[in-house]
């Protein structure tokens, strides 16, 4: 199946959340699926925090693989404090530590996005018994350098399509891209049975979904049922991720 969230109408339903590991308020927005979850269901998950100035999100890790945008604003990960600037792409495996995030002056705004619904509720380091929630993981931490946009009528006049990668494991499919398109362009998608599925995730520009214009902070989600997936770019272009997740066993 292939799911579609406008940037837009997502953003348009944000609302104030409560931290489970702080219990400091800021900004939460769902794309799909419930915010977390502990039981499998179909479809995939993805929302958005929007963290106030030099709050900061404490070490946990989620039962569920996940790609992580850093997509506004600024901040630090880890306790060697590793700089966060847009946009930055994460993957963590399931069962992976990871943290502590910790905003910058002007606020952090980031996505996790999973490929399904499932045992995403967070275990936090600080809470007694995490260790007998752990389980068999790659644990991987990859991260990318922040990713450089193009301005509008450099994008919008692009006349061939780029793929750039940012890191993969060939060893079970795992790989992040980005896909730079000019005005109204088209290509295929990677073949989406070739690991687990994957997303786009539009960070600058649009694309276009059938009779659907998706702007800014957009996501697409193709399924690893599908045969194949086409991205075109929208009347002005479009710079998409394409997040393409590990074969695992679920």
Request: hydrophobic share 35%; aromatic share 8%; charged share 20%.
């Amino acid at each position: 199946m292939i799911y579609t969230r406008s940037g837009a109408d997502a953003l348009a339903n944000r609302s104030v959340i409560v931290s489970p590991g702080t219990g400091n308020q800021h900004w939460g927005t769902t794309f799909f699926g419930p915010r977390s979850s502990q039981e499998r269901a179909p479809g995939p998950q993805a929302t958005m925090s929007e963290l106030r100035a030099h709050e900061a999100v404490v070490p946990h890790f989620h039962g569920v693989s996940m790609f992580q945008l850093f997509i506004a604003g600024s901040g630090t990960l880890g306790n060697r404090g590793q700089v966060l600037e847009p946009l930055t792409v994460q993957f963590k495996d399931h069962h992976t530590a990871y943290g502590p995030i910790v905003a910058g002056p002007q606020g952090l705004s980031f996505v996790a996005m999973r490929m399904y619904t499932g045992n995403s509720q967070p275990v936090y380091l600080s809470e007694p018994g995490y260790r007998e929630q752990l389980r068999p993981s790659k644990r991987r931490h990859l991260t990318s350098e922040p990713i450089k946009f193009s301005i509008a009528p450099v994008m919008q006049a692009r006349e061939e399509a780029s793929w750039e990668l940012l890191f993969e494991d060939e060893a079970d499919g795992l790989r992040a891209q980005v896909l730079r398109l000019g005005a109204g362009m088209k290509v295929d998608g990677p073949p989406p049975g070739i690991a687990s599925g994957y997303y786009v995730f539009v960070g600058n520009g649009s694309v276009l979904h059938g009779e659907e214009e998706l702007p800014l902070w957009s996501m697409i989600v193709v399924e690893s049922i599908e045969e194949k997936f086409e991205i075109q770019a929208g009347g002005e272009g479009a710079e998409v991720l394409v997040l393409q997740y590990p074969r695992e066993e679920i």
